[in-house]
T-cell receptor, first 114, second 114 residues
């Protein structure tokens, strides 16, 4: 049973296109996150949602729009893709916002912009 | 502002020898500290955490970490390295104040040679 699953695993597309990445967790967690890992493996938080409500938006361009239809899902839609968007995007979840519980990560979506 | 630093990009160790991966932190309040491991093409996996209590924390796969408040460090250790420990290791931390997100260090690649 995969705890945090992301689809697709790989995404190759042209500059200017719009794409979505889906994330689902079956852990019953309240809080979900999106992270971006660049080519140097540096990991940066993008968004945090708690019970479907946006908590954190870390100065991410508004071309990136997260959507949480329920607390088990947090999808990421990206408009007008740019070369600099090429990265690995990780979804994660944690029990709640207290921060004393570990985050559980999906295996990532590798986005390549041509 | 909070920050987490991993001063070594790579650590090389021979199989069977002890290993240390260094981490220092700067967070306000009492810190919550975590270590994660990332294998190729996978998401981050939780190893151990320090929230409060005993400064020596034991985690998965024989890893442990020591919280040192005076040196603001949380180094990851293992008495005897295995080749299979070779991976990318991330230290992460946050303040116990509400609303703070987890900040990750830049990662340290551990190479264990037979």
């Amino acid at each position: 049973d995969t705890a945090v699953s992301q689809t697709p695993k790989y995404l190759v597309t042209q500059m200017g296109n719009d794409k979505s990445i889906k994330c689902e967790q079956n852990l019953g967690h309240d809080t979900m996150y999106w992270y971006k890992q660049d080519s140097k493996k540096f990991l940066k938080i993008m968004f945090s949602y708690n019970n479907k409500e946006l908590i954190i938006n870390e100065t991410v361009p508004n071309r990136f729009s997260p959507k949480s239809p329920d607390k088990a899902h947090l999808n990421l839609h990206i408009n007008s893709l740019e070369l600099g968007d090429s990265a690995v995007y990780f979804c994660a979840s944690s029990q709640d916002l207290t921060g004393n519980q570990p985050q559980h990560f999906g295996d990532g979506t590798r986005l390549s912009i041509l | 502002a909070q920050s987490v630093a991993q001063p070594e990009d790579q650590v090389n160790v021979a199989e069977g020898n002890p290993l240390t991966v260094k981490c220092t932190y700067s967070v306000s309040g009492n810190p919550y500290l975590f270590w994660y491991v990332q294998y190729p093409n996978r998401g981050l996996q939780f190893l151990l955490k320090y929230i409060t209590g005993d400064n020596l924390v034991k985690g998965s796969y024989g890893f442990e970490a020591e919280f040192n408040k005076s040196q603001t460090s949380f180094h990851l250790k293992k008495p005897s390295a295995l080749v299979s420990d070779s991976a990318l290791y991330f230290c992460a931390g946050r303040s116990n104040n509400a609303g703070n997100m987890l900040t990750f260090g830049g990662g340290t690649r551990l190479m264990v040679k037979p």
